[in-house]
């Protein structure tokens, strides 16, 4: 056997146990090594076909939702550890990501986006490689072999989403449209606003519903994690749905204080569909 056939074959078999284990795990990891590799595989597989009626788009705050699970198989997680919801929002509207029909941009981190720069995972986006990876899952980042380790060894320090009950957070999920802000916005944060505002009217030309959504913990109301999120949603008429007020003590879990565990973050999700139900 000459040595040209044999890597061939071992090629191949490391293919083939390569697919098997994206099976076995529902064809997508949840983790790997670095916040920029769990973010690329996290959008890949979220942006596959057919694409999801819900697209999730924010920072690691939305990362730890369900994503296309046996509950949840329209909803997409696009969380970009580091980044925001902009990241994805700029994609889509590039034409690098599909439009979904529903469209829930994560508000807490959008303060991140004045005065940045083009994030790492931005520029990935841009590449060959990242749309190879969306079309075959073994050559994106979700199949990377040090994915499916830190998948397993997340697991057991946070748990799983179908832990628990499967019920909503526990209070009523209205959202809409918040009264004005007395103070204005400083120059940086009212360019975010303009971009994003700018980007959502072509979406929703383009038959997109969009719901802005403050996860817990939420932030101070005079903080720029609440104000932005706040005064996007009145300038774009998007509603917003503020899922970190009035919660009962303990009606949370986190893994650090601030990252939702995955049961948690399940229950903020099935109240989120709930708000999409009831426009």
């Known amino acids: ?7 061939t074959i071992a090629l191949a078999a490391c293919f083939g146990l390569q697919t098997l284990a994206l099976h076995l795990v529902g064809g997508r990891t949840t983790k790997s ?4 590799f769990s973010s690329i595989a996290r959008i890949q597989t979220g942006a596959a076909e057919p694409v999801a ?10 990362g730890r939702f369900p994503s296309r699970t046996e509950e949840f198989p329209e909803v997409a997680n696009m969380g970009c550890d580091g980044g925001s919801a902009a990241v994805v929002m700029r994609a889509i509207d590039k034409g690098i990501l599909p439009l979904p029909p529903i469209l829930v941009i994560e508000g807490n981190t959008l ?4 005065g940045a720069g083009k994030s790492l995972v931005a520029e990935v986006m841009d590449s060959p490689w990242f749309s190879v990876g969306r079309k075959f899952p073994n050559l994106g980042a979700t199949a990377r072999p040090s994915a499916f380790a830190y998948s397993i060894l997340l697991e057991r320090k946070v748990g799983r989403a179908d832990e628990g009950e499967r019920l909503p957070l526990p209070f009523p999920a209205l959202a809409m449209i918040p009264p004005p802000d007395a103070e204005p916005l400083p120059e940086k944060a009212s360019a975010v606003i ?15 519903r ?6 817990p913990p939420g932030a101070e109301a005079d903080s720029m994690n609440t104000r932005i ?10 509603p917003l749905l503020d ?4 919660l009962p003590p303990g009606a949370v879990r986190y893994t650090d204080g601030i990252h939702m565990a995955p049961a948690s973050a399940a229950a903020a999700l099935r109240s989120i569909l709930m708000a999409l139900e009831n426009p």
Do not use: H, W
């Not at 090594?33 to 920029?36: L, V």
């Not at 009626?53 to 939305?62: D, E, N, P, R, Y």
């Not at 303060?111 to 004045?114: G, I, K, T």
């Open 33 to 36: 090594e670095s916040n920029f």
């Open 243 to 246: 899922l970190s007020k009035d």
């Open 210 to 215: 969009m719901l802005i959504v403050q996860l």
């Open 111 to 114: 303060y991140r986006e004045q």
């Open 194 to 208: 303009a971009e994003l505002t700018a980007i959502t009217e072509r979406f929703r030309e383009r038959g997109c």
């Open 229 to 238: 999120p706040y005064e996007f949603s009145r300038a774009s008429g998007i």
């Open 1 to 7: 056997m000459t040595y040209a056939l044999t890597l």
């Open 53 to 62: 009626k819900v697209f999730l788009a924010g920072s690691s705050l939305t």
